[in-house]
């Protein structure tokens, strides 16, 4: 082995990398391949320019919508709000997320997107308890609808969703506030598509309620993607593991590669959008090399699941361990007494 054991300040002995092998990877964390959601050389231009389109049709549609009192209108304008909205952060993260680590945030600012995210799944919500209720009032009680206003207004709102969708399809979509607000889009190129409809039908019948039905459309595809938000923002923000990546699936993985003996304190975890994170300490047998396996299990990470910032704490397993501490062992006989999470051993284990 290219390591040496030496005591710690409680007299115990831990295997240390020092081989060149170790200091390229930063004393076991694995960097290549990252992809840390916002970046540096994310196409601010893009959503410029898909902001900029948004935010001037908004303000026409809103003056047209008090124009043909329609409510229809309005809330279209309402949702292309949180999308400018959407945008602006995602902007205002993109740079923040390009500032290097230092000082306290050893992470830099990757989650401010994570935050933007949040402010905007929020906004969205309230916004369509406020479109519901005026939706089910002029359900009960339509007020008169200048169809012909809502036709026009709804088709040109199409045409303007479609090329804010591609401006914003060209930019940099790993972020989760990017692809939230190209989402966005997408919804509410839908919406006015159902606003055009609801025109039309007061335009030919005069059925006023239509209106109000295709607001409530509006209002659904909010709190689709408003919900949606929150939900992959929060887990996030709670230090879960990424939705397609199970632990104890990893855990048991990891296990099964020889000669490890033991893993526990694993913990997953998701930094900023697209840049998942790993920790672990890894026991082997006294005639394992640590700094082969740690190697390995950093290979089998990037490949099998993706996770390429990786910290493995890799020891020598006691030999007391060797004789007791077998599968069906309580948490306490873990090399660590206090082990974070379930302890993977060879053999059924409980998770």
């Known amino acids: 082995m290219s390591g040496h054991d030496h005591p710690n300040a409680l007299g115990q002995a831990h295997d240390h990398d020092h ?7 930063g004393h076991g964390h694995g960097h290549a391949g990252h992809s840390h959601g916002v970046s540096a050389d994310a196409d601010r231009r893009w959503l410029a320019m898909a902001l900029g389109l948004i935010a001037t049709f908004m303000a026409v549609e809103v003056v047209i919508g008090v124009m043909a009192n329609s409510l229809a209108l309005i809330s279209d304008a309402a949702h292309m709000l949180t ?19 230092r000082g306290g945030f050893t992470y830099g600012l990757k989650r401010a997107e994570i935050l933007s995210a949040q402010a905007n799944g929020l906004t969205l ?16 009680n339509p007020p008169p609808v200048e169809g012909g206003l809502v036709l026009a207004t709804a088709l040109a709102g199409i045409v303007v969703n479609i090329a804010a969708a591609w401006c914003i399809s060209r ?55 408003g919900y949606g938000l929150i939900r992959e923002s929060g887990r996030i923000l709670l230090e879960a593991a990424p939705a397609h990546v199970d632990p104890d699936a990893v855990g048991d993985r990891l296990v099964g590669h020889p000669p490890v ?21 890894v026991l082997v047998e006294p005639a394992g090399d640590c700094h082969a396996v740690r ?12 996770i390429t910032h990786t910290t493995l704490q890799v020891d020598h397993v006691q ?24 302890v993977h051993r060879q053999g059924p284990h409980d998770h």
């Not at 919500?125 to 009960?140: P, Q």
């Not at 913990?267 to 840049?275: C, E, L, P």
């Open 125 to 140: 919500l309230l916004l369509a308890v406020w479109l519901a209720y005026e939706a089910v009032r002029r359900l009960i």
């Open 295 to 306: 190697r390995d299990l950093e290979r089998l990470l990037a490949k099998e699941y993706g």
């Open 83 to 101: 999308d400018a909205v959407s945008i602006v952060l995602a902007l205002i993260a993109m740079r923040l997320a390009a500032r290097p680590a």
């Open 319 to 342: 030999d007391a361990l060797l004789t007791v501490g077998r599968a069906g062992q309580d948490t306490e006989d873990a090399h660590c007494a206090d082990a974070h999470g379930p």
């Open 171 to 225: 930019a940099n979509r790993s972020s989760l506030a990017v692809e939230g607000a190209y989402q966005h889009i997408l919804n509410d190129l839908f919406a006015f598509i159902g606003t055009a409809v609801a025109g039309l039908i007061v335009l030919t019948t005069g059925f006023r309620q239509a209106d109000a039905i295709a607001t409530l459309v509006v209002v659904v595809l909010m709190v689709k993607a």
């Open 261 to 281: 003996t033991e893993v526990h304190d694993l913990h997953i975890w998701t930094i900023t959008s697209g840049q998942a994170a790993l920790s672990a300490h």
């Open 19 to 25: 081989d060149d092998d170790a200091h390229d990877k």
